[in-house]
């Protein structure tokens, strides 16, 4: 069964795929993301693997917009796994500069190629590192969805985007939430020539960061080069902070979230999020109920704290 079932309660669309849970045990010691594998090139630096099992797919029934009580549709779209190195126990946080930057305009490049399109509504760049975060495979690598619908979370911030600017000349949210971070200063990580990490007023997990253009910017396809490099920066700069902090590589969700393919009225800005799911050296922050069940997060640290503690943190860099 490989389908989109609506969640009359949530308007929302799951996946429904059962092919994921058949997906064979590997063997321990051999990955197909290594070289020499037969399933990648014997040489690469940075790769786009099709993903094995993919929960979007190009040859499903098209995607059709339908919200009865049980409707379904076709998961029409793309998922690709992105390999970041081919050495297999390189944690991401340890990339090369030069390895982000190739990294970052894959990411542009898959954009562009989805962009194209008509099935694709949104191009969903993100990682999940650690077992924590139930990542079985240790390759360093982030995957790349192609969805034929714009997922809730996105959806409310264009809402959100779309109502601030309503009520405020047209302004962009994020561009008014950035100026005053920048003036407020309590929450900076970090800042380069282009890109402005911090962690939000109300972050949801502990050390949750930003990372946030200093201009406005829709998707990955505005970027030129300089600002990608700048956002490769940006994002080692992030991870090897994050690393520092307890000492060891932290469990997090990368997520890179843009604006839908399709321009609409709300001014999106593109921006980058990192949610950790380590509270403390040796505790881990758990989606229980009020947060899964209800959607409250309870942050058991304060976003200033944490904001000083990362800005510390090496690679320290001058704000
Ligand atoms: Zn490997
Ligand atoms: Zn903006």
């Given at each position: 069964m490989h389908?989109l079932?609506?969640?009359?309660l949530?308007?929302?669309w ?5 092919a994921?849970?058949?997906?064979p ?6 990955c ?10 014997d040489h690469?630096d ?6 094995d099992?993919?929960a979007?797919?190009?040859?499903v ?6 919200t009865?009580?049980?409707?379904e ?8 796994v992105?390999?970041?190195s081919p050495e297999h126990t390189?944690?991401p946080?340890r990339?090369?500069l ?7 305009d894959?990411w542009a490049?898959?954009t562009?190629?989805?962009a194209?399109n008509?099935d ?5 760049v993100?990682?999940?590192c650690g077992?924590?975060?139930g990542?079985?495979m ?6 790349i969805?192609a ?6 979370i996105?959806e ?8 601030f600017a309503?009520t405020h000349?047209?302004?962009c ?11 407020q200063?309590?929450r900076l ?8 990490s911090?962690?939000?007023y109300?972050?949801r997990?502990?050390g949750?960061i930003w990372i946030?253009?200093r ?7 505005d970027?030129?080069?300089?600002e990608?490099a700048?956002?490769?920066?940006s ?6 902070k994050?690393d520092?902090?307890?000492?060891f590589v932290?469990?997090?969700?990368m997520?890179?979230r843009?604006?839908?393919?399709r321009?609409?009225d709300?001014p999106?800005h ?26 409250t ?8 704290e944490?904001a000083?503690t ?10």
């Open positions: 389908q079932r609506w969640h009359a949530l308007q929302q799951v996946v429904v795929t059962t994921r849970q058949n997906r045990q590997m063997p321990a010691n051999w197909p993301f290594d070289p020499g594998s037969g399933r990648v090139p690469y940075v790769y786009l693997y099709p993903n099992f993919p979007f797919a190009a040859d029934p098209p995607f059709e917009t339908s009865g009580l049980f409707a549709t076709g998961p029409r779209g793309a998922c690709d992105v390999l970041y390189l944690p946080s990339l090369s030069e390895s982000w930057r190739k990294v970052v894959l490049e898959r562009r190629h989805h194209a008509p694709i509504a949104l191009v969903a993100f990682e999940n077992e924590a975060v990542v079985t240790p390759h360093p690598h982030g995957q969805y969805m034929p619908f714009i997922p809730p996105v409310k911030e264009i809402a959100s985007a779309r109502q309503q000349n047209g302004d949210l994020l561009c008014r939430l950035l100026e005053e971070e920048l003036r200063q309590s990580v970090a800042q380069n020539e282009h890109f402005v911090f962690v939000p109300a972050a997990f502990p949750e946030c253009g201009r406005h910017m829709r998707t990955l396809l970027l030129n080069a300089a990608r700048s956002l490769a920066e994002i080692s700069i992030v991870r090897r994050y520092a902090l307890y000492g932290l469990p997090l969700m997520s890179v843009q604006a839908p393919l321009p609409d709300a999106y593109m921006y980058v999020q990192f949610l950790p799911l380590q509270r403390s050296a040796t505790k881990l922050k758990y989606l229980a109920s009020i947060e899964t069940a209800y959607g997060f309870l942050a058991d640290t304060a976003p200033e944490m000083q990362l800005r510390n943190c090496e690679p320290a860099t001058s704000l």
